[in-house]
């Protein structure tokens, strides 16, 4: 393999393991980051304190909440596999 040949793949392999930057998106994905991110965030209040109220306080409304995390979970992972 020659020189030039090594630096083309080495560029390909670098362009495809690039993280995207901020700067890379377009008003929409931004907006559906900050979605997923606030979804996110509320997921895993709801399943620590859905944890703590299940453990502590009451079996059902601690699955209640667990459940309801659980939703929000799913309605996250809609959103990045079907890039709505």
Do not use: C, S
């Not at 890379?24 to 895993?44: A, G, H, P, S």
């Amino acid at each position: 393999m020659t020189n030039d040949n090594a630096q083309k793949i080495d560029e390909m392999v670098e362009t495809q393991m690039r993280h995207r930057r901020p700067d890379d998106y377009d008003n929409k994905e931004r907006m559906m980051l900050k979605i997923r991110n606030v979804l996110n965030i509320v997921f895993m209040i709801l399943a620590v304190v859905g944890a703590v109220i299940y453990v502590k306080v009451d079996l059902e409304t601690g699955g209640w909440i667990i459940g309801t995390a659980v939703v929000i979970k799913t309605v996250e992972v809609a959103l990045r596999l079907f890039k709505v």
